[in-house]
């Protein structure tokens, strides 16, 4: 028999799935485990064969040979890797000057109507080269990954037209390296609506060229969204428009996962269960009929506590979503406004 690894002498293990399984979302989570001088052994199929002390899984598995890899993790702790599910990591056009703005009173829209906010980055992006734009995520990456994230849900949505949209997905499928977090990739072309359209107009382009343009570049393999996103949002994307967007996506085989319930509610999480969606973040404004829902629709509630307390607005109802069988999950939101 060959194993793929052997991570011995662990201070500490912390494990929260047992022999063949992979991680899984919701109750099975709570059941965390620390064992101390721990042991795991990886099969060549990349799943665990068996986790324990160093010294039990040593006289199960005495050959040291029979593994590709033999790693010495004394005085280290060896831990599940983490798993961002929202960020927003490819831009240009730093916000932090904004804060100032937030400190004096202004709101996220207020922000929005003065030229900052989303609008700020998305010049930039729009002047940006590929390259330039590859460059910084790389870089982003590599300090995600140093810091134990090792799965990495990454949006576009700093384009706002289809050219600058198709740019920054490039760039999220062609970041593909061994020193880096994997990638999962989300077309957020609804984001925002870009100031020289109306609402109808862009949600028609959406519908019109940016949907088929995404199916023709992810068959030939030139972009590999697998998610969808739309700001669902009062003054942004209102919910006809919302739900047309996601259902259109979805249609071309896209998952749906979006922002909803942030800075008002819309029913957001009623609409997940409608159109079928994986997740929906944010979820401040969630009602109690959304919460029903997405528990009764096993939707995940990606949680963004860093948002909350940058925009100065109140947390998601947490706790009432996990008590009511919600599957929750924590995530940065790691975008030009939020580090």
Known sequence: MHYKCRI??????????RNGERVK????????????DGCIIIG???????VGTTADLEKAYPNSNTFETDIDATGKSVIPGLVDS???????????????????????????KQGGGIGYTVRHVRE??????????????????????????CKSGYGLNLEAEIKMLKVIHEVKQDDLPDTVSNYLGAHSVPKDKKLQEYTQEILTQHIPKLKQ?????????T???????????????????????????????FHGDELHAMNSAELAAQVGALAVSHLE????????DMANNQIVATLLPTTAYVLRIHYPPARKMIDQQVPVALASDFNPNAH
């Open 8 to 17: 011995r002498n662990a201070a500490q293990l912390v494990t929260v799935c």
């Open 25 to 36: 979302c919701g109750k099975e989570q709570s059941n965390v485990e620390i064992i101390e």
């Open 44 to 50: 060549t199929d990349g799943l665990i064969v068996a």
């Open 86 to 112: 929202h960020t927003h990591p490819v831009w240009t056009g730093d916000r932090t000057h904004e804060f100032a703005m937030k400190l004096n009173g202004a709101t996220y829209m207020d922000i929005h």
């Open 128 to 153: 940006s080269s590929e390259e330039e734009l590859k460059t910084l995520l790389v870089k982003r990456l590599k300090t995600m990954i140093s810091n134990g994230s090792t799965l990495v849900e």
């Open 217 to 225: 570049l992810i068959d030939d393999k030139v972009i590999s969204p």
């Open 227 to 257: 998610l969808v996103d739309v700001f669902h949002e009062k003054g942004v994307f209102e919910s006809e428009e919302t739900s047309a967007i996601l259902r259109a996506a979805k249609d071309i085989g896209l998952s749906i996962n």
């Open 285 to 292: 404004c969630i009602s109690d009929q959304g919460i029903t």
